[in-house]
């Protein structure tokens, strides 16, 4: 994999860390009264974060294939497993745990079969 492509990846994941946070906003919005200052404030902040991920996600799939952005989305259940440990004390099971190293296993193998079919052709 080139250094282009690296850094387009760290680029990716980066983004997708950033998308996961969104999720805690989201959260904090939903222990508030609708409509409240909070409220509003904290569903601001999802509706900017979406925005910026929306434009960065734009200029990512034109460097990487689709197949291969769409297949790393998936390690946002990772990150939102860890933003809920670290923000909300929720617990990590042995089961999470498990089900996370299967998803980053299968971007591994979609990302890297990827990579071997786009260097055939």
């Known amino acids: 994999m080139s250094r ?8 990716l994941h980066l983004l997708l860390f950033l998308y996961a946070a ?8 939903a222990k508030e009264a609708f409509l ?3 409220f509003i404030m904290y569903y601001m902040i999802v509706l900017a ?15 990487i294939s689709l ?3 769409f297949a790393n989305k998936a390690i946002t259940v ?4 860890m933003w809920g440990f670290l923000i909300f004390g929720e617990s990590i ?7 996370a190293v299967i998803i980053i296993v299968g971007i591994y193998f979609v990302v890297s079969d990827n990579e071997v079919n786009t260097n055939e052709h």
């Open 4 to 11: 282009s492509k690296i850094k387009v990846y760290i680029v």
């Open 22 to 29: 969104g999720g805690i906003c989201s959260k904090l919005a």
């Open 36 to 38: 409240s200052p909070k």
């Open 49 to 63: 974060n979406l925005a910026f991920y929306a434009i960065v996600w734009q200029q990512i799939i034109k460097r």
């Open 67 to 69: 197949v291969s952005a």
């Open 78 to 81: 990772v990150w939102g497993m």
């Open 93 to 99: 099971t042995i089961t999470k745990i498990i089900g």
